[in-house]
């Protein structure tokens, strides 16, 4: 199936040669390595859920492993998945930081201003509840709109427990 896709996408045919030279023990090897794969991803289950209804891949962004949640995105979690109590991996990862989590996840393409189902919270308004300004600071640089009122209708400044984040809000 490989070399079907290599010669329908018109592929060079240097690079056609060069795959058909491949010993057929590499070939093997390439096969066993996306069968490894597959049984990691089944096996990190990013879009199953536990118990209490927070997905796998909220509670490895929860728990900071960026590696795992790197593993994870590329077997295919879900970014605009909630957890029961309603929240998106970026909810979790603006509550938990590290800031690094939110550059993540909006490069690949999480909605740094989508409502969560507690009063239509965004991930601003849920790092503005912590004590991280660079998680805020993160959200912002990543598109956040600090204009966004809850369906209360308060903005994130207006939220901001920490008098430094609600500064940075304003």
């Not at 045919?13 to 996306?34: E, H, R």
């Amino acid at each position: 199936m490989t070399f079907k896709a290599l010669i329908f996408r018109g592929t060079v045919l240097s690079g056609i040669v060069t795959a058909m030279a491949m010993p057929l023990g590499t070939l093997a090897v390439t096969a066993s390595d996306a069968s490894a794969a597959s049984a990691q991803c089944k096996k990190l289950d990013p879009n199953g859920q536990d118990a209490g209804g927070d997905t796998n891949f909220a509670i490895a962004i929860r728990d900071k492993k960026g590696d795992v949640v790197k593993k994870m995105l590329a077997c295919g979690a879900k970014l605009d998945m909630k957890t029961t109590e309603g929240w998106y991996p970026l909810h979790t990862a603006a509550y938990y930081g590290p800031p690094e989590m939110i550059d993540l996840l909006v490069s690949k393409g999480a909605n740094v201003n989508a409502p969560g189902d507690y009063d239509g919270w965004t991930p601003l308004h849920m790092a503005s509840q912590q004590d991280d300004p660079a998680v805020v600071k993160a959200l912002l640089k990543n598109g956040a709109d600090k204009t966004i009122k809850s369906a209360s209708g308060k903005t994130a400044a207006e939220t901001a427990t920490d008098p430094a984040i609600a500064a940075l809000l304003k």
